[in-house]
Each structure stands twice: as structure tokens, then as C-alpha cells.
């Protein structure tokens, strides 16, 4: 029995762990403060400095990538931040990457009026009285009343 649960505790142990150990030994061989070098091995959440910093240090942008979509942050990441992340030489990749992750945090920690269609679907908008006419449909447009082609459906 004790057996048993030390292979279902190994296992599910097993399965936390976003880097295998030669990875863990390329980012510990990069000269990062011992707070995010922590993040890193424990799976917390970065923010844009943790970022740069993993860019300024060499951190390859496939591991940095691999944390974002395993953990993710636990913020939502702004126009400033994006800015930040370009300008200190950051890839485009790599800062989409810090978006998507930014979307899921903000999916589940935030209720958003916007996801209500009281709120933002508009009884008036054209598409109530058949549409904008041709060319239009491409926006989003006419889909169920109001505009509604920003809801998720």
C-alpha cells in the first residue's frame, strides 16, 4: 500500500515540472537573481522584469515560451508592458506569448460586462434593422442582434 502511493505521489510529482534537469542546468547556469531563478524552478508566474531579464541573461526563448504557456503570469499585461518587453529587445514571439498567457489569467480571474450581451450588445446598432449592408459581414456585424461579433459565441 505505502509502495503504491509513493508511485502515484512520484507520478503526479513527475508531471509538475515544466523543464526537465538540462534544461533547470541551462537557466541556472545564467546569472538571474535567486528570486526568479525560484519562479523558474517552481513554476511561479513572471512578470515583464522576468522576462527581460531572462532575455538580457541569454535564457533561450523557447524556455521562456515553454514557462509563459505552462504557468503563465498573473497579471494583465498592458500597452506599457508589451512596450517595455519590444523596446529591451524582447521577440515578437516570445511577447504574443506573454499576451496569450495575460488573456488566460484575465479569462479566469476576471468577469468582464463585456462577455454579458446586456451590456454590450446594442439593441440599436444597424445590424437590429438588418445590417450595414453589403461588406460589412466581414467586421462581425449582423451576427444575432446588436453587433455581437465580439462575444464569444
Known amino acids: 500500500m505505502t509502495s503504491r502511493f509513493l508511485l502515484v ?11 526537465n534537469d538540462g534544461e533547470l ?10 528570486e526568479l531563478l ?3 524552478e517552481r513554476r511561479r508566474a513572471l512578470d515583464p522584469e522576468d522576462v527581460i531579464e531572462l532575455k538580457r541573461a541569454g535564457v533561450s526563448d523557447e524556455l521562456v515560451v515553454k ?3 505552462d504557468v ?14 519590444r523596446k529591451a529587445g524582447v521577440r515578437a514571439w516570445v511577447i504574443d506569448s ?6 488566460r489569467f484575465a ?20 445590424s437590429f434593422y438588418g445590417g450595414w449592408g453589403i461588406g460589412f459581414s466581414s467586421y462581425g456585424y449582423g ?8 462575444r464569444r459565441h
Open 98 to 103: 506573454v499576451l496569450r498567457a495575460s488573456e
Open 143 to 150: 451576427r444575432h442582434h446588436g453587433h455581437g461579433g465580439h
Open 9 to 19: 505521489l512520484a507520478l503526479a510529482l513527475a508531471g509538475c515540472s515544466t523543464f
Open 25 to 34: 542546468a541551462q537557466i541556472r547556469q545564467r546569472d538571474l537573481r535567486p
Open 38 to 40: 525560484t519562479k523558474m
Open 107 to 126: 479569462a479566469r480571474n476576471y468577469n468582464s460586462p463585456y462577455d454579458d450581451g446586456y451590456y454590450y450588445d446594442d439593441p440599436w446598432a444597424p
Open 72 to 85: 503563465g503570469v498573473n497579471y494583465v499585461v498592458t500597452r506599457e508592458d508589451a512596450v517595455r518587453l
Open 67 to 69: 514557462h509563459l504557456n
